[in-house]
């Protein structure tokens, strides 16, 4: 039998006693009432809890607002409202700093807080509005019935992009300062940590995030890998934020150093941990990596080798080679449609091109012995794993 409710508190909650009150404490009990609900009912209860969390936000930052007025947090604690907020709630910094800005804002604008607190208006659309009324006040208080209506209607994207409009019609010159000081406020840094690992952090222009957000999305994106890539979508990003710099630097003709040479990687090794014959770990700028790593990127890259013999001694430096020639590029991209793995559909612009019998244990660079491969499949033949029959 179909469980009839359409609102959230007889679905979930119930005010009895003047409070809300989960039934039941354990995740069984709410799986239960859940499982009984309606298709309809159950879009319904989904769209009741939102607005609940709404309503909950502005709550929450009338609440604020009251013990920052009341200075409890200095008078009990000799605590600032926002470090209070840290210590009892565990929010970030970031978090409580936003949250007391909110709640100070919330006073001065009570058309806005009456619509919040019917649910009405998302909370990050709250704190963009308080935002906006603190930077400008004055221009606020004849705009405050406006913002209190489109926030009920608009995304919170939306509701972001409507104040930008807004800011620029009352001081243009103002959003022009702002806007050119976002810019350049643009940075990235790039670090090795003391077990090689590169961190990366940065910050981008807006137009520079879209497009190094849409270019990572479209890479990373799991409908276009294999079904069975269990990678982390953190991990995703990150292999796609390397494919796509390789690819960049594989078929850009025009990059040069100032040298005049085209940019590339100097790898020692020992030649008998390339071919798998000792078992020590190489090094790429004094720092250890896997030798699948090296057998991997000697596949398909421009490579100035040093190969050391057993006594050290370099058997070949500085001979520049491109292991796979345009020409056999083509060729072999002209035989595949995508990566050479059974079963995998990644395009032709994600893959390396990998030498069946490797290079450093007499393999051809050939059509013959030279297949597409995919940064997950090309990384899993290294160690060894064999693809499942056609």
Known sequence: MCYQTSVLDRALVSEEGGGLDVP???LETIKDRVAQLCGDDLKQVIKDAIQWQNQTSAVVGLLVAELDRRQLPEIDERLS??????????????????????????VHMPIVVESALN??????????????????RDEFVDHQEVFADVATYLSVTDMRRAINHWEQQINYPKALQDAEHVDKLRSLYLAQTIDGIGDITGTLTPAGYATVKTALDAHSDPFNLDPDDHRTPTQRRADALVDIHRFWLDHNTNIVTSGGEKPHITVTIDYRVLTGELRQLPEMNGVPVTPQTLRQLTCDTGIIPMVLGSDSEPLDVGRKTRTIPTAIRRSIEQLHNSCAWPGCDAPLSWC??????????????????CIPSCRKHHTSIHDGQQPPDP
Do not use: F, Y
């Open 24 to 26: 039941g404490t354990d």
């Open 81 to 106: 409202t926002t470090g209070w907020l840290k210590h009892h709630t565990r929010m970030t910094a970031t978090e409580a700093s936003g949250t007391v800005k909110t709640a100070r804002a919330m």
């Open 119 to 136: 649910g009405e208006i998302p909370g990050r659309s709250l704190h963009l509005i308080a935002q906006a009324r603190d930077k400008h």
């Open 352 to 369: 390396d091109i990998h030498h069946k019998i490797h290079w450093a244990n007499g393999g051809e660079t050939s059509l013959n012995n």
